[in-house]
């Protein structure tokens, strides 16, 4: 079992940056792979970001390549997603999720998490 809390949202304006962190109690957090997840208004939660467990490779939907980082602190029990260049279409509630048994094949899929944060909206203002 693994308990996550997400923090670090908040309104920013276009072109700006936030720092998401998403903490975690319980089963030390390198045994999870992490996602994040973001949900905008009247849409499907979609993928963002994942960090793989142990070897920390990392992987971001096309919509944020080159612009978001995630990453994780194992000493903390903290995963970060580092969000520059801001634009209007990032706003959203965005989740983070972990689970032991996600693959490469399957880590962009929400269904494949059993755990998940309450999530922390971000706004991005023109």
């Known amino acids: 079992q693994v308990q996550l809390v997400e923090s670090g949202g908040g309104l920013v304006q276009a072109g700006g940056s936030l720092r998401l962190s998403c903490a975690a109690s319980g089963r030390t957090f390198d045994y999870y792979v992490v996602g994040w997840f973001r949900q905008a208004p009247g849409k499907e939660r979609v993928f963002v970001a994942a960090i793989s467990r142990g070897v920390d490779r990392t992987y971001y939907a096309d919509s944020v390549k080159g612009r978001f980082t995630i990453s994780r602190d194992n000493a903390k029990n903290t995963v970060y997603l580092q969000m520059n260049s801001l634009k209007t279409e990032d706003t959203a509630v965005y989740y983070c999720?972990?689970?032991?048994?996600?693959?490469?094949?399957?880590?962009?899929?929400?269904?494949?998490?059993?755990?998940w944060g309450q999530g922390t909206q971000v706004t991005v203002s023109s």
């Open positions: 999720a972990a689970d032991w048994g996600v693959t490469v094949a399957t880590m962009r899929l929400r269904y494949e998490y059993r755990y």
